[in-house]
Nanobody, 122 residues
Framework: QVQLVESGGGLVQAGGSLRLACAASGPTFNSYAMGWFRQAPGKEREFVAAISWGGGSTYYADSLKGRFTISRNNAKKTVYLQLNSLKPEDTAVYYC???????????????WGQGTQVTVSS
């Protein structure tokens, strides 16, 4: 099964930006849609963004659209999440996931990374 490892998280001031990456291993990566989710302390995991197999279709949580951008580079077996205009409420562990189709629900994905911490200070 595909293995996913997130990176790029860290501490950033409000208004700043981060670029998260999710590196995949395994020969079937290009057949998977990819999604990003996040989980803040005391909150349920929530959908952030998703991207289709070829990268031509993208989907975002309505509240985040315009600030976050998902992309993928299949040659590098990597999916990215660009986080702009970060707010303290964006503080969470961000997870990438792989599945047969891009969806908003976590149960639609087969494989998950370990997560990367994003902390936004005031």
């Amino acid at each position: 099964q595909v293995q996913l490892v997130e990176s790029g998280g860290g501490l950033v001031q409000a208004g700043g930006s981060l670029r998260l990456a999710c590196a995949a291993s395994g020969p079937t990566f290009n057949s998977y849609a990819m999604g990003w989710f996040r989980q803040a302390p005391g909150k349920e995991r929530e959908f952030v963004a998703a991207i289709s197999w070829g990268g031509g279709s993208t989907y975002y949580a309505d509240s985040l659209k315009g600030r976050f951008t998902i992309s993928r580079n299949n040659a590098k077996k990597t999916v990215y999440l660009q986080l702009n205009s970060l707010k303290p409420e964006d503080t969470a562990v961000y997870y990438c996931a792989a599945g047969p189709n891009p969806g908003r629900h976590e149960n639609m994905y087969d494989s998950w990374g370990q997560g990367t911490q994003v902390t936004v200070s005031s």
